[in-house]
T-cell receptor, first 112, second 108 residues
C-alpha cells in the first residue's frame, strides 16, 4: 500500500483479556518495527524484524508481549492478559534497509 | 544503552520566527533521523541524516557525528509546524532510540 496501515485504530479491552494489533508495512520494505508511546511521552522500542533474520525482541517489557511477521510482510503484536499499564499508543513503522522509517497512525489501546 | 537528549524541552514561537532544536547523543551512531509528530499524533519523517547537512524547504538539519550532536533548523515558522520534534539514533542494533522530544508551539 501507499503507507503503513495499522488496525484497529482504537481498542478498548478489559484487564486480563488478550489483544491483537495488526500492521501492514509499506510494500517492499524489509524492516518492520513496533514502538509504544504513553501519553505525553517519547517512543519506547518493542521489537524489530529485518528480512528473514531472527527478530530483535530486546524491547518487549514482559513475556505477555509477543509479535510475529508472516511472509515478511504483515505483523501482529499480541498482548496477553492485558494490564492497565499496557494502555498506550502502539506504533508500527517500516523501512527499506537502514533508511527512513515511516510510521503508521497507531493503535490507541485502553485497558479498563 | 545510548542516551539521547533533546533541547529545549518546550518552545513557544511567534509565527515567522526562526528556531534551532538540538539533539545530543552519548555514543557513535550510524543512523540519525528527525521526526515531527503533529497534534493528531502522526509521526512524519523529516530527515535521515547520519552526517552532514540537508535542507527541505524551510527546514534544514546538520549532524556533526564526531561531536555527537545534531541540529534541526526551522525558519519562518508557521502554525502548522506545531507539535513535537523527535531525534532518533541507531548505534548498530538497527532499532532507533528516540529522545524525549521538543514540544513546539507556534502562535499566530
Amino acid at each position: 500500500g501507499a503507507g503503513v496501515s495499522q488496525s484497529p485504530s482504537n481498542k478498548v479491552t478489559e484487564k486480563g483479556k488478550d489483544v491483537e494489533l495488526r500492521c501492514d508495512p509499506i510494500s517492499g520494505h524489509t524492516a518492520l518495527y513496533w514502538y509504544r508511546q504513553s501519553l505525553g511521552q517519547g517512543l519506547e522500542f518493542l521489537i524489530y524484524f529485518q528480512g528473514n533474520s531472527a527478530p530483535d525482541k530486546s524491547g518487549l517489557p514482559s513475556d505477555r508481549f509477543s509479535a510475529e511477521r508472516t511472509g515478511g510482510s504483515v505483523s501482529t503484536l499480541t498482548i496477553q492478559r492485558t494490564q492497565q499499564e499496557d494502555s498506550a499508543v502502539y506504533l508500527c513503522a517500516s523501512s527499506l534497509g537502514v533508511e527512513k522509517l515511516f510510521f503508521g497512525s497507531g493503535t490507541q489501546l485502553s485497558v479498563l | 544503552g545510548i542516551q539521547v537528549e533533546q533541547s529545549p524541552p518546550d518552545l513557544i514561537l511567534q509565527e515567522g520566527a526562526n528556531s534551532t532544536l538540538r539533539c545530543n547523543f552519548s555514543d557513535s551512531v550510524n543512523n540519525l533521523q528527525w521526526f515531527h509528530q503533529n497534534p493528531w499524533g502522526q509521526l512524519i519523517n523529516l530527515f535521515y541524516i547520519p552526517s552532514g547537512t540537508k535542507q527541505n524547504g524551510r527546514l534544514s538539519a546538520t549532524t556533526v557525528a564526531t561531536e555527537r550532536y545534531s541540529l534541526l533548523y526551522i525558519s519562518s515558522s508557521q502554525t502548522t509546524d506545531s507539535g513535537v520534534y523527535f531525534c532518533a539514533v541507531d548505534t548498530g542494533r538497527r532499532a532507533l532510540t528516540f529522545g524525549s522530544g521538543t514540544r513546539l508551539q507556534v502562535q499566530p
